[in-house]
């Protein structure tokens, strides 16, 4: 089994900023705390482990834990922003903290940036990424089973299911959902 870790690790994960043609995704900060909080609504948060949150303190709360994280070199951390528009469209996230373990990928995105094909290429954009500062063998993406929009999306990138790693985890309300596990090689 190949070694997870870091490539490199002097100031990548905090100024890391990562750009496509069609978006780009900028280290998260306190900037565009108002835009992060409006737009994580219970709509996109459904398939989530983490529900909105009430408070714009709360929600600055996250963003600088977020940002710890990144500077503990932890986790990269990304808001997403439309190029054609600027608009801010949602966030990102890889975790890559356990020197054994997998790195493990997740983002949303805005209801109205959702379907258009703004999935795709942030995945794509994260893989260019992860392909150039983590050293591993697969990556990790897990997804509520009734996430048919994801599923769709990871059958299409090429993510193979695990069919034996089924897990039951209790979200921020309590309430039990059924994770399916997707593993995608380098």
Known sequence: MQQTGLRQTSGLLLNRVI?????????????????????YTHEVAKFLYAQPCKKLSDTARR???A??????????????????TDSFIGCANVRHHKPK????LAFWLKEEWQH???GTETYMAL????????????L??????????????????????????????INEHGVKN?????????
């Open 101 to 104: 373990s997998p790195p493990r």
């Open 19 to 39: 750009d496509t043609p069609k978006i780009t995704l900028q280290p998260i900060s306190l900037e565009f705390i108002s835009e992060i909080h409006s737009g």
């Open 178 to 186: 059924r994770l399916i596990t997707y593993r995608i090689y380098r």
């Open 63 to 65: 963003i600088e834990f």
């Open 116 to 118: 258009r094909g703004f």
């Open 127 to 138: 893989k260019k990424y992860i392909d150039s500062t983590l050293i591993y063998e697969f």
């Open 140 to 169: 990790v993406i897990k997804i509520l089973d009734e996430n048919i929009a994801a599923k769709h999306l990871l059958k299409k990138i090429g993510a193979k299911e695990l069919d034996e790693i089924f897990m039951l985890k």
């Open 67 to 84: 940002i710890e994280q990144m500077r503990l070199g932890l986790q990269s951390n990304f808001q997403i922003r439309d190029n054609e």
